[in-house]
């Protein structure tokens, strides 16, 4: 399994493209597959692997994997905003839940973005951790567009017990896993008769 920082206005996919960043620029194995995807405009950890059951694993709606990221917002989320936020909202193709939705501090010596974010002088900005088990198209910033904060900047910082730690936009790491051979589905048995017939 690979653990990579995907930068800002990278593609998730392996296809090259003639305007915009893809993963080519940076793997050359035709043998990986994406576990899972993150926005043009999003930041932090993608997952790859090599094993396509582990990458449907990984991705499946069945195993329900936490993922966390870390989202600057514009305003101030209060108590009610992030209690919404994990009650549910309704969006376009469904309601959405948070797991957990907490504001937090600016990130110590998070890399700058290239862009930098707009700012606007009247407009604070704070940052939130938010956790989800779902994985919808440009689903946080729905989330929080819905509750009044619209996302400026957005990174995936974990996925299970898998964390963006030490990498830099670009880096990555590679970890082994062992995973467990999917369960095969117990055959009926017959009821024993006493005797034969």
Not at 40 to 45: F, I, M, N, P, Q
Not at 115 to 129: E, F, G, S
């Amino acid at each position: 399994l690979i653990l990579f920082n995907k930068p800002f206005h990278c593609l998730s996919q392996f296809r090259e493209s003639d305007d915009r960043t893809t993963l080519a620029r940076f793997f050359d194995d035709p043998e990986l597959r994406l576990a899972g995807r993150l926005d043009y405009d999003s930041e932090g950890l993608l997952l790859l692997s090599d094993d396509g059951q582990l990458a449907h694993r990984i991705t499946s709606p069945g195993f329900r994997l936490p993922k966390t990221y870390w989202v600057q917002v514009e305003g101030a989320p209060d108590r009610a905003a992030t209690q919404k936020l994990c009650a549910g909202v309704v969006l376009n193709d469904g309601p959405a839940a948070a797991l957990d939705a907490a504001p937090m501090p600016a990130p110590d010596g998070l890399w700058p973005r290239d862009p930098p974010v707009r700012r606007r002088a009247a407009i604070p900005d704070h940052w939130l951790a938010i956790t989800i088990t779902e994985g919808r198209n440009r689903q946080i910033r729905r989330m929080t567009a819905a509750v009044g904060l619209p996302t400026l900047r957005l990174i995936r910082v974990q996925v299970g017990d898998w964390t963006l730690a030490g990498l830099r936009p670009g880096e990555h790491r590679e970890v082994t896993v062992h995973a467990p051979a999917p369960e095969r589905p117990r055959r009926r048995q017959r009821p024993r008769h006493g005797g034969r017939r």
